[in-house]
């Protein structure tokens, strides 16, 4: 059969993007995935002073702006370590910048869990439901947004993180109100999403094991197990974690093999018919986010999935969901070793750097993100960012496909191959920033 090219533009997802099918007998054999909107922010960055960062980025996305801070301030505080300034964090600082990371992929997970994944599948597998699932993404998501805030001061687009800490002084009263707010979101996970306690859950280690889910977990988990869905949206098998955090480590996973990595072997590249930049490691191309947190970490039920059905969609959707009990739970454990009496910032006033290059690495919650500044006489001269999706999305290289692509490759329909596309958690505007 003659090839066939079609194209379509992916809509409900943060931006847009255009995908290009390239079928040939009645399979995908190709795509092409496409962003056309581009912002500039490393372009608006050049030329200001280094702090400016702290305000800037943030603003590049929308859902995690806060991963977008911390890897800017991780940037300057970096660029300081290596000309030489001492910077050593409190532990308060450390543990209000973890809590509040963990609690904006909580409610980015939790977003694409009722607002992509499931109405999706729905209309994939053709069921009818009459649930409202964006009001219970706005509940949970606006529940724990609550507890970043009252460290943060706003959600989105705070600047609290600054070179030697962080600008907010909690009281217990703080504390205690984020904890009130953290248990509120577990008692949702519990009753709502899952039927199970928190920690009869996180019990949960093998494939054997997952009809215990009940709730809307259950529901998809069944929905997607009796479509055969654990049989599709296989990539290359291998992922990489740059961020260290109370999740995971940095590493790659091939095969179950976890190794060292050094983001120095980074590398970006243009694309044709797309502003997104493709990235690889050492000329590999690797799967970024939960799926690969966890893959790396070793986590058991993550483990045991992948042992059996390997980096298929099931995998890929349930590694997502599974990363918000065990957000809570690290949450509730940072809020209740919280040092109120450590000091929010060790860096003095005047001892800032004019002349430095820094490289700052968060887990995102679609994976690794990345920011490299270099600064001279106080101002930026370059800012690169790597987003996750970058990473995910690209169209490959000379020797393979991207990611995705790979991923989408040999489906049916285009509409199985654009549900196992948002399976990736697809984010265009931090893509094209």
């Given at each position: 059969m003659k090839s066939v090219k079609i194209k379509q533009l992916i809509e409900k997802i943060e931006g847009e993007a255009e995908l290009d099918f390239t079928f040939n007998d009645g399979l995908i054999e190709d795509v092409k995935i496409n962003f056309g909107f581009y912002r500039g922010i490393e372009e608006i960055l050049r030329g200001k002073d280094a702090r400016d960062a702290l305000v800037i980025t943030p603003r590049v996305c929308g859902i995690c702006n806060h991963a977008h801070l911390l890897a800017a301030v991780d940037a300057i505080e970096d660029g300081y370590k290596k000309a030489g300034q001492n910077i050593v964090l409190s532990s308060?600082?450390?543990?209000?910048?973890?809590?509040?990371?963990?609690?904006?992929?909580?409610?980015?997970?939790?977003?694409?869990?009722?607002m992509t994944i499931f109405p999706q599948l729905e209309a994939y597998v053709e069921v009818k439901s009459e649930v409202n699932y964006a009001m219970k993404a706005t509940y949970l998501a606006s529940t724990i947004t609550k507890a970043l805030a009252i460290f943060a001061g706003q959600w989105p687009h705070s600047s609290y993180a600054v070179p030697g800490g962080v600008t907010c002084d909690p009281t217990h009263l703080d504390v205690m109100q984020a904890q009130s707010l953290v248990d509120e979101s577990i008692r949702f996970f519990e009753q709502v999403i899952t039927g199970l306690s928190l920690d009869d859950y996180l019990g949960i280690d093998s494939v054997s094991s997952l009809g215990k889910i009940e709730g809307d977990f259950g529901n998809l988990l069944y929905m997607m197990g009796s479509h055969h869905m654990s049989e599709i949206g296989q990539s290359y098998d291998r992922f990489i974690v740059f961020g260290e955090c109370g999740l995971s480590k940095a590493g790659k996973s091939i095969v179950t093999n976890v190794s060292n990595v050094d983001v120095r072997y980074v590398k970006e590249a243009l694309q044709e018919g797309t502003v997104a930049k493709a990235v690889s490691y050492k000329e590999r191309l690797y799967e970024v986010g939960p799926l690969a947190r966890g893959m790396v970490a070793k986590t058991p039920i993550v483990k045991s999935l992948h042992k059996r059905y390997k980096d298929s969609l099931l995998t890929r959707v349930f590694a997502r969901v599974h990363e918000v009990a065990l957000l809570l739970d690290y949450s509730k454990t940072l809020l209740q070793n919280l040092e109120l009496d450590a000091p929010s910032c060790t860096l003095e006033r005047g001892t800032e750097l004019s002349d430095f290059e820094g490289t700052g690495v968060v887990e995102a919650a679609r994976g690794s993100l990345i920011h490299t500044t270099t600064v001279k006489n106080g101002l930026i001269t370059n800012y690169e960012i790597i987003t996750p999706t970058q990473w995910n999305l690209s169209h490959g290289n000379e020797k393979e496909q991207g990611i995705a692509i790979k991923a989408m490759v040999g489906s049916k329909t285009m509409e199985e191959a654009t549900f196992i596309f948002r399976t990736f958690d697809v984010c265009s505007v931090c893509t094209t920033q």
């Open positions: 308060k600082a450390k543990d209000i910048r973890a809590f509040t990371l963990a609690c904006e992929l909580i409610q980015n997970h939790i977003k694409w869990f009722y």
